[in-house]
C-alpha cells in the first residue's frame, strides 16, 4: 500500500507489522495526534465481535464500543511497541492517541496495546525495543509474564535488559 498522510502522521510500511504511523513532523508531548474512529457498537455486539478475533474494538463507555477496523480510521494501523511513545485516551467519548514524549520526525508513532493476561499469548511481540518483553502485553503484567516464561519468552533469547 502506498503512503497514506493524515495531519502530522504518515501511514507506510513499518519494520514492526504491515502498515506503521511515522511522525512528519516533531510532536511534543501531551498532542493528541490522532482520533481512533470506527463504527458504534452496543456491548453485545462488541463482545461478538472480540470472542470472534477482533482486535479492533476498543470499550468507550459502560453503554457501547468502537470498532476500528473501518477504512476510515487510519489509526488502526499503529502498532504496538514495549516501549511506547504514545496512548491511548478516552476523552469525552472519544480515543486519542496522545504522544507520551516528545517524538522526532521519523520514529513510528506506537502505543502498548495492553493485552490481557487472558490473550497475550495470541500476540508475540515484533517492536524491536531493547526491553520488548516477547508479546503485547500490559506493563503492569510484565512482572508475571517473566515468572511463566523465563528467559525465552516468544522462543526469542532476551536482551539482558528485557531479562531484568
Ligand atoms: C491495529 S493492527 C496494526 C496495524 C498493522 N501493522 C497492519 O498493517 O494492519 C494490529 C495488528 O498488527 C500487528 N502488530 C502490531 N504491533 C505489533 C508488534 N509490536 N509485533 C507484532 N505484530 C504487531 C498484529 O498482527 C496486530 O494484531
Ligand atoms: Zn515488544
Avoid at 504518515?10 to 512528519?24: D, T
Wanted: include cysteine; hydrophobic fraction near 35%; charged fraction near 30%.
Amino acid at each position: 500500500m502506498e503512503e497514506v498522510i493524515v495531519g502530522r502522521v504518515v501511514f507506510r510500511g513499518s519494520r514492526i507489522h504491515g502498515m506503521g504511523g511515522f511522525a512528519r513532523t516533531t510532536i511534543r508531548k501531551g498532542t493528541r495526534i490522532i482520533e481512533y474512529v470506527g463504527e458504534q457498537l452496543d456491548k453485545a455486539e462488541a463482545q461478538r465481535r472480540c470472542e470472534a478475533g477482533n482486535v479492533y474494538v476498543f470499550e468507550i463507555n459502560d453503554t457501547f464500543d468502537i470498532d476500528g477496523s473501518v477504512d476510515w480510521n487510519p489509526a488502526r494501523w499503529i502498532n504496538h511497541s514495549c516501549d511506547p511513545n504514545a496512548e491511548t485516551d478516552v476523552v469525552d467519548d472519544r480515543v486519542w492517541i496522545i504522544a507520551t514524549r516528545t517524538i522526532r520526525p521519523g520514529e513510528e508513532i506506537v502505543y502498548n496495546y495492553n493485552f490481557d493476561l487472558d490473550e497475550y499469548e495470541d500476540y508475540p511481540c515484533n517492536c524491536g525495543a531493547q526491553q520488548c518483553i516477547g508479546f503485547m502485553v500490559a506493563e503492569k503484567h510484565w512482572a508475571e509474564v517473566k515468572r511463566r516464561h523465563g528467559d525465552k519468552r516468544n522462543g526469542k533469547l532476551l536482551t539482558p535488559a528485557a531479562a531484568r
